[in-house]
């Protein structure tokens, strides 16, 4: 069973940056496709991309390429999602999530899920 608890959220200006983090217990981080996701008010939740176990390789979703950043770190038991340029289409909750498997870049098959920490960019 893995926890995962997100942080970083918070209000920012349009064109503005935000780093998110999430920090993960319980397993074997290392062994975990880790994914980030968001829900809009009034929508439905969206895959935002996601990183491979070993972190070499990553997938951002169309709306987000270029903008969007995903890192982890195995060591530290963590995954951040760099946000740049930020704009208020972009406004939500955000959540990382993990799955088994080789496929970063489906947005299905995940297990474990985060709390969630609210982004919200006015503009």
């Keep these: 069973q893995v926890q995962l608890v997100e942080s970083g959220g918070g209000l920012v200006q349009a064109g503005g940056s935000l780093r998110l983090s999430c920090a993960a217990s319980g397993g074997t981080f290392s062994a975990y496709i880790m994914g980030w ?20 390789a990553t997938y951002m979703v169309d709306s987000v390429e270029g903008r969007f950043t995903i890192t982890r770190d195995n ?33 299905t098959g995940y297990l474990y899920w985060g709390q969630g920490t609210r982004v919200t960019v006015s503009g």
């Design 75 to 107: 060591a530290q038991n963590s995954v951040y999602l760099e946000m740049n340029s930020l704009k208020p289409e972009d406004t939500g909750v955000y959540y990382c999530a993990a799955r088994t498997g080789h496929s970063y870049m489906t947005p």
């Design 37 to 56: 996701f968001r829900q809009a008010p009034g929508k439905e939740r969206e895959f935002v991309g996601g990183t491979s176990a070993d972190g070499w």
